[in-house]
């Protein structure tokens, strides 16, 4: 596959100063997805929400993510998006399993589409930028009330959420680091928001 990848070079200076956006609430997330339901693309729109809160993805990632890296051989929407390294950031290709919300969203999107084709598109049917996707999030936050949020906010949900329920599924901190595509554990760590309430209860357990 070829990949037409816009490079994660140009996006540094607009979203560094972002990465520490807001852990979105469950209200505020489901508030972005009824802005979402009121655009002119709308289909679109609400998949640019999932996968960035129920998949993890960065602008960026967004911008390259193709039909083929969800599609199975069949053509259906597959178990897992298989996000390709030239896609990710610091080729970091990976394996994200797809939230049934996540999935829903693609089929109605997908229609008549080519596996290479790139899941999102502008209005006059390019791919769109990552800085557009960017800007999307910070219209919708705008639209929604909601401050110190960026395209990073959905993202950061993801992985801190993910990290709390990790012993609930069986799972490790090392599936949190994967899904994520962070090499290393520290920078996941540095994502997850600590929970006051819970901090309380644990020390009361000792």
């Known amino acids: 596959m070829k990949c037409g990848i816009i490079t994660f070079d140009v996006l540094n200076k607009i979203i560094d100063a972002r990465q520490t956006g807001e852990i979105l609430s469950k209200d505020s997330c489901d508030n972005l997805l009824v802005f979402a339901s009121t655009t002119r693309h709308p289909l679109r729109d609400r998949l640019i929400v999932l996968l960035s809160v129920k998949a993890g993805l960065r602008a960026a990632e967004i911008a390259n993510l193709t039909w083929e890296m969800v599609l199975t051989p069949a053509a259906d929407i597959g178990p897992a998006i298989e996000l390709h390294d030239c896609a990710a950031k610091k080729s970091g290709g990976r394996l994200i399993p797809i939230h049934p919300d996540l999935g829903e969203a693609l089929r109605d999107l997908r229609g008549q589409v080519v596996a290479a084709d790139p899941v999102i598109r502008s209005q006059r049917g390019r791919p769109m930028s990552p800085v557009s996707i960017v800007n999307w999030f910070a219209k919708a936050y705008r639209a ?7 395209s990073h906010s959905g993202r950061r949900t993801f992985i801190t959420r993910a990290a709390r329920l990790v012993h609930n599924a069986g ?24 929970d006051t309430d819970a901090q309380r209860k644990l020390v009361s357990l000792i």
């Open 144 to 150: 929604i009330g909601l401050q110190g949020c960026s």
């Open 171 to 194: 799972a490790s901190l090392r599936d949190v680091q994967l899904m994520a595509g962070h090499r290393s554990i520290q920078t996941t760590q540095r994502y997850i928001d600590g």
